[in-house]
């Protein structure tokens, strides 16, 4: 081969190869096809790429970390920056730049989603009245609370707005256990249950009254009609009405009262016989109660 035809073949062959080198496309995708990280206990999570949006669907019973540490897969030859592997900000403001082997680009955007259901407490919202007592242990079914102490409350509130806290023993998927204070003020409350954006302030009237009325009991009490007669006893300061009874039951006068004693009035027309006992109804707030002196008293004519 003489030397003008290997000159020609070399020249040739690298026209061949210009020609290839330049027909080679750059790839010009920029997407993110996976997003994947971890929740507060460890779980791994993925991200929904929708558009330019990265959508992180957070629990809501878990409180926002400041902060995730992504692994994000790109598009061939694609880079991604901040870089797979860095921690970032969890926030709207955080944006990823992914750049394509072609140099076009395409920025993304984090954007997080904890929508908490709206509780569902049908016990807080029962119109009626219970009464409690102090270090009292008890609990009520709940569902969606977040399981977490430091974002869920419980309170009594007073007639005059005061707010005393409840110690909560434990928080499960459908139930919350709770402990009432060693000392409150007598008085009628309300129970306020507060979990992450919700407040709910309960119906139902929660009475504390460390003390009950109580008689002195009084053996064989022999009255007549239209008589006057006082009991003592303790507690008595509430009473509104009373009544005698044994097969039937009859109403006697209540004449006036103080903590330690009671005084009452026979009607001209008191039914005459031995009866049972006394029954008191005491009004506290707006619910009545009935407390009993079982005694035999007689009335005679």
Not at 92 to 101: D, E, K, L, R
Not at 147 to 171: E, F, Y
Request: glycine share 6%; proline share 6%; net charge negative.
């Amino acid at each position: 081969m003489n030397t003008l035809l290997k000159y020609f073949l070399f020249a040739v062959g690298m026209l061949l190869l210009h020609a290839c080198t330049k027909e080679e496309a750059k790839l010009p995708y920029s997407s993110i096809t996976s997003f994947t990280f971890t929740d507060a206990n460890g779980a791994p999570l993925s991200a929904a790429i929708s558009g330019q949006d990265i959508i992180i669907y957070w629990p809501f019973e878990q409180p926002l970390p400041t902060g995730i540490t992504p692994q994000i897969a790109v598009s061939d030859e694609a880079v991604i920056k901040p870089a797979s592997g860095a921690k970032v900000a969890l926030s709207a403001a955080t944006s990823y730049t992914v750049t394509a082997q072609s140099g076009s680009t395409t920025i993304y955007h984090l954007k997080i989603v904890a929508v908490q259901p709206s509780p569902d407490v049908k016990f807080l919202q029962a119109d009626g009245y219970t009464f409690f007592y102090t270090n009292e242990e008890t609990s009520f079914p709940a569902l969606f609370l977040i399981q977490d102490t430091v974002r869920t409350h419980l309170s009594l509130l007073s007639c005059n707005g005061k707010k005393i806290p409840v110690a909560i023993k434990s928080i499960t998927r459908d139930n919350i256990m709770y402990k009432y204070p060693a000392a409150l003020d007598s008085g009628r409350y309300k129970l306020v249950l507060e979990t992450g954006k919700y407040t709910i302030t309960g119906k139902t009237d929660y009475y504390y009254r460390p003390n009950e009325p109580e008689f002195e009991i009084v053996q064989n009490l022999q009255l007549k009609r239209g008589q006057t007669f006082t009991l003592k006893g303790k507690y008595l300061d509430e009473i509104t009405s009373a009544i005698m009874y044994s097969d039937v039951e009859a109403a006697i006068t209540v004449v006036s009262n103080t903590g330690t004693e009671a005084t009452f009035r026979i009607p001209d027309n008191m039914p005459t016989g031995t009866y049972d006992g006394i029954a008191i109804l005491d009004r506290y707030y707006r619910y009545d109660n009935y407390y009993y002196m079982d005694a035999p008293l007689e009335i005679i004519p």
